[in-house]
């Protein structure tokens, strides 16, 4: 079971244009200032905010209560002028999460009408929550023939493929920085990894390294995910030969 949170900046659109038109600038600042403190609040509760186009936020809540959210709207709104719409959802696959939450906000079924909070809220933390961490195995070496643009170019439509593959099987992709990717990833992703490897594989000639981590928060998860990915690394690193897939548990 996965609960999701979704953050949306209420009216951003109309609220952009009362900035004037030299405004990208103040945008920009307060967007990454926005995202500073929603990843605070909600790390500190044991769970990851996924950062979604900059003025949304997805957040593996799993043990989150509708209290907490209201703890976390009531500090927001204090510290900003905008305000956020918080969208939850819960079901068997990080994909069918979003779609509750998205059905919680189109039917306006209220949590909280005060603090703009709609959807359905488990809060318990008895369910396993699974990340998968891909990354590049040696980007650093594409760039000595690719300049710094190709080289997002080529992470971009790395994206794109792994967002599209992987939401088939339920699951939910988001760039993290760098050659960095991490998968909400049902058990059917976790499944069929290895073939979404040799793809990349035979289609752009890119192999990627995958760790996996599973926990009932989704701090814990993601650190053995990084902790499995860290390990191909030091197999790789020692001279034998590496797994392209490796799963730590806790
Ligand atoms: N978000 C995130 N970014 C990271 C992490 N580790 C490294 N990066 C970023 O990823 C970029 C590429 O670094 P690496 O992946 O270590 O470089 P590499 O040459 O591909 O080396 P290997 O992955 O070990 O094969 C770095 O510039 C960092 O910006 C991480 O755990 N999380
Ligand atoms: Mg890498």
């Not at 928060?217 to 790789?236: G, M, Q, W, Y």
């Amino acid at each position: 079971m996965i609960q999701l949170s979704i953050l949306k900046i209420t009216e951003y659109g109309p609220w952009t244009l009362t900035l004037g038109s030299d405004r990208e600038h103040e945008l920009q600042m307060l967007q990454a200032s926005l995202y500073r403190e929603i990843q605070k609040l909600f790390s500190e509760k044991n769970c990851l905010v996924f950062l979604n186009r900059a003025d949304e936020f997805f957040v593996v809540s799993n043990g989150l209560t509708l209290d907490d959210h209201i703890a976390i709207q009531k500090t927001l709104e204090q510290l900003f002028d905008i305000r956020l719409t918080i969208s939850i959802g819960f079901a068997k696959s990080p994909f069918e999460a979003n779609l509750k939450a998205y059905e919680g906000k189109k039917t306006q079924t209220i949590l909280n009408q005060e603090h703009s909070i709609f959807g359905f809220v488990n809060g318990e933390s008895t369910s396993n929550v699974s990340i998968m961490h891909l990354d590049v195995d040696d980007l650093t070496s594409k760039r000595k023939t690719n300049s710094p643009y190709e080289i997002s170019s080529i992470i971009f439509e790395l994206h794109s493929k792994m967002s599209k593959f992987f939401m088939e099987k339920n699951s939910l992709t988001f760039f993290m920085g760098g050659d960095n990717f991490m998968v909400v990833a049902s058990d059917d992703a976790k499944k069929s990894v290895q073939q979404f490897i040799d793809m990349i594989k035979n289609e752009d000639g890119i192999f990627l390294n995958c760790g996996i981590g599973s926990g009932f928060n989704v701090r814990e998860a993601v650190k053995l995910a990084t902790k499995s990915l860290d390990t191909i690394r030091e197999i790789r690193d020692s001279g034998k030969e590496k797994p392209e897939v490796l799963e730590l548990s806790c």
